[in-house]
């Protein structure tokens, strides 16, 4: 499941993360990305955990979710 996968009302079977950010279940998408999606955010959130005032607080969060896995 990537982060672009969203909940198609036509077809309840295409189950993904709802485009309205107040519904994302981020632990879940974190948790069921792959190792290689994983090492690839990992070295991503270096640079966004180091800029604190660059990137957004939901960003950083993300971030700080990743690399604690």
Same mark, same amino acid.
């Given at each position: 499941?990537?982060?672009?996968?969203?909940?198609?009302?036509?077809?309840?079977?295409?189950?993904?993360?709802?485009?309205?950010? @107040?519904?994302?279940?981020?632990? !879940?998408?974190?948790? +069921?990305?792959?190792?290689?999606?994983? *090492? =690839?955010?990992?070295?991503?959130?270096?640079?966004?955990?180091? @800029?604190?005032?660059?990137?957004? !607080?939901?960003?950083? +969060?993300?971030?700080?979710?990743?690399? *604690? =896995?």
């Amino acid at each position: 499941m990537g982060i672009d996968n969203v909940t198609n009302p036509s077809n309840p079977s295409n189950v993904g993360i709802s485009p309205n950010p @107040s519904q994302l279940n981020v632990p !879940r998408a974190v948790a +069921q990305m792959s190792s290689s999606q994983l *090492r =690839r955010m990992k070295k991503r959130c270096v640079d966004v955990l180091g @800029s604190e005032r660059t990137y957004d !607080r939901d960003l950083r +969060q993300l971030c700080l979710l990743i690399a *604690r =896995r």
